[in-house]
């Protein structure tokens, strides 16, 4: 994504808060190689003290007296005590916190607790009170009035990449100033065992998706309706019992009046919405052991609803990205169910292959993802058949756009789709950007793969531009354009997981962009002034959803990086260092790790001071 200046500020006003309890994953921070004695081995063990609130406080700190209690109102999963934060129906915040020491050696460390929340919210989309678990500085999950729930529903969290550690593990309970919410918690325990079991599988799974898709539209593309199937296999060593179908755009309306609706699935049992009606876990009929494939089917319903963003329509012209579901991904940390953020991405998904028919009256134009052929339908209908290879996503748009083409010096054929009120003058400008920095990209990072480049172009989008495989919607803006273009590569073809690690494709696409528009991007990090310790390149959007200073962190600070990583190598180094590292990720996935680790190889200088000083972790 593109930010426009007034992003963070439209993005605010335009954000569906609709909070669930959410996941996320633990990553251990990179440690210098060691030349210490080899880790004890491990002692299995119970390390939270007083889990069960029945030996009075100690050793828990609490915000007041009556967090843990045994007072009328709320039950005990277990005994006569609990802890109870908030249910006061105004401003307050409680907390409730435990130093614990996860032993060292040992390969597993598991948190649980129960959990019951009641409210008097009447809301079904707005997330008013909140409960936030974190261990250390690393939030596990955060729960609100959204969901409340009879009884008490048991929490677990993979907490092994503690090993080793004293860290706090904390609850914090905020409510607003009204209509109370209660969120109750029991029988908190953290065990650790198993010096000798190995790690979970960090093969991401399930890998190589097939996506087969036929959807009609009613007259204006702005209601679709069809069928979707997604063949898949699991990559891991580990059996599949499940998978998560990630419902994105869900996010834009509220799970009483779903924008996006699966029904009659086939291939698997649908279990419950979560994260916001974002994410359907479906349970297979068998374990799917490694090797193995197995297809979904079901029914698809699309509703796009009113506004010029990447999921709405703008009068007559629809713009439909995320719309399809697609599969998530699971790895070492456990499943990605990451929320939606409006204010950059929360995509991760692996390459994948698409084959999307899409019917719809001839009087609308559909660019999308891919290669298209359009054939005749039933009484003025066209069919547009699109084919994608080896994409992370599937988007497109139709309504009646006025279409332009050209082909690039290098061979790329480039159609830009215009709104009105786009002038010929500008939709011909941006024509000629595109095709010039599709040739750019590809000189500096390897050959575009996705065969036709389609940029759909409204001046009304609040968001500045949008990125999909081969599809990008944009205003008129030489750099803006250039940047999404640049994503084709930082992010199509290199992927990344979008919420945990923004700055892999934001960064990385700016930095790309200002040498397509031969910017040297000398003494820009002289500008950089941090805003507090916490601030990092390198933070998450979990993060960055709560700061103003997003775009100017983690696109400005971030391509300031790179430019500064590029004077220590020397331009010859950081261009041979960014080809390679494009080709040996090739339709794969790049983390900041090994984005370090490929840098320190390409140089004798050691780069640790750098990373440090750029605030680069990972």
């Not at 406080?57 to 005590?81: E, F, K, L």
């Amino acid at each position: 994504m593109r930010p426009t200046p007034h992003k963070a500020r439209a993005a605010s006003a335009l954000a569906v808060a609709a909070m669930a309890a959410v996941l996320l994953p633990v990553t251990p921070a990179a440690a210098a190689p060691s030349t210490a004695s080899p880790a004890a081995a491990c002692t299995p063990a119970q390390v939270i003290t007083n889990g069960g609130f029945e030996s009075g406080t100690s050793p828990w700190n609490q915000s007041s007296p009556n967090v843990i209690t045994n007072r009328a109102g709320q039950t005990a999963h277990g005994g006569t005590s609990f802890a109870w934060l908030d249910g006061v129906g105004s401003t307050h915040t409680d907390t409730l916190a435990q130093s614990v020491t996860i032993p060292s050696g040992c390969s597993t460390a598991t948190l649980t607790f129960w959990l019951h929340i009641d409210t008097a919210e009447t809301t079904s989309s707005t997330a008013y009170d909140k409960l936030t678990a974190k261990i250390g500085t690393t939030t596990l999950a955060t729960y609100s009035n959204l969901d409340q729930n009879t009884g008490y529903v048991r929490k677990s969290f993979d907490v092994s990449a503690f090993a080793g550690q004293t860290v706090n593990l904390t609850f914090t309970g905020t409510e607003d100033y009204s209509l109370r919410t209660s969120f109750v918690i029991d029988d908190v325990a953290l065990d650790t065992s198993g010096g000798t079991t190995p790690p979970a599988d960090s093969t991401r799974t399930p890998a190589a998706p097939t996506y087969t898709v036929s959807l009609s539209s009613n007259t204006t593309g702005t209601v679709w309706t069809g069928h979707e199937s997604a063949t898949f296999t699991n990559a891991s060593s580990t059996a599949l019992s499940e998978v998560y179908l990630r419902l994105w755009d869900n996010y834009h309306g509220t799970c009483s009046a779903m924008p996006i609706t699966v029904g009659n699935l086939t291939g698997g049992t649908a279990g419950t919405l979560s994260v916001g009606c974002t994410a359907l876990r479906i349970d297979l009929p068998t374990p799917l052991a490694q090797g193995q494939s197995a297809t979904i089917g079901f029914d698809l319903g699309i509703t796009v609803p009113s506004g010029a963003d990447r999921f709405g329509h703008d009068g007559a012209f629809s713009f439909i990205g995320n719309a399809l579901p697609v599969l998530a991904v699971k790895d070492g940390a456990g499943w990605h169910l990451d929320p939606y953020t409006n204010n950059g991405e929360s995509f991760y998904s692996l390459a994948a292959d698409f084959e999307v028919t899409l019917d719809h009256p001839s009087t609308l134009l559909v660019p999308a993802t891919g290669t298209s052929a359009d054939t005749p339908g039933s009484s003025g209908r066209t069919i547009t058949t699109a084919t994608a290879s080896k994409v992370r996503d599937f988007a497109w748009a139709a309504g009646p756009f006025t279409k332009i083409s050209g082909t690039s010096a290098a061979g790329t054929a480039v159609n830009v789709y215009s709104v009105s009120g786009i002038s010929s003058a500008d939709a011909q400008s941006m024509l000629s950007t595109a095709k010039t920095a599709v040739d750019a990209h590809a000189s500096r990072f390897g050959g575009y793969p996705y065969g036709e480049l389609d940029a759909v172009i409204d001046n009304n989008f609040w968001f500045g531009g949008m990125e999909y495989p081969g599809f990008v919607l944009d205003l008129v803006s030489t750099t803006a354009l250039t940047h999404e273009i640049g994503h084709q590569w930082w992010y199509g073809i290199v992927g990344d997981d979008e919420y945990n690690s923004p700055w892999l494709d934001e960064a990385f696409a700016d930095y790309a962009t200002d040498l397509a528009l031969n910017k040297t991007g000398t003494n820009c990090w002289n500008g950089v002034s941090w805003s507090s310790t916490a601030e990092k390149i390198t933070n998450s959007m979990a993060y960055w959803d709560h700061s103003s200073r997003y775009s100017t962190v983690v696109y400005g600070y971030g391509k300031c990086a790179l430019h500064d990583l590029r004077r220590v190598l020397g331009d010859t180094t950081m261009a041979k260092l960014l080809k390679d590292y494009a080709t040996s990720h090739w339709y794969g996935i790049s983390t900041t790790s090994e984005f370090k680790a490929a840098a320190q190889a390409a140089t004798a200088t050691d780069l640790t001071s750098f990373w440090t000083q750029h605030r680069i972790d990972g």
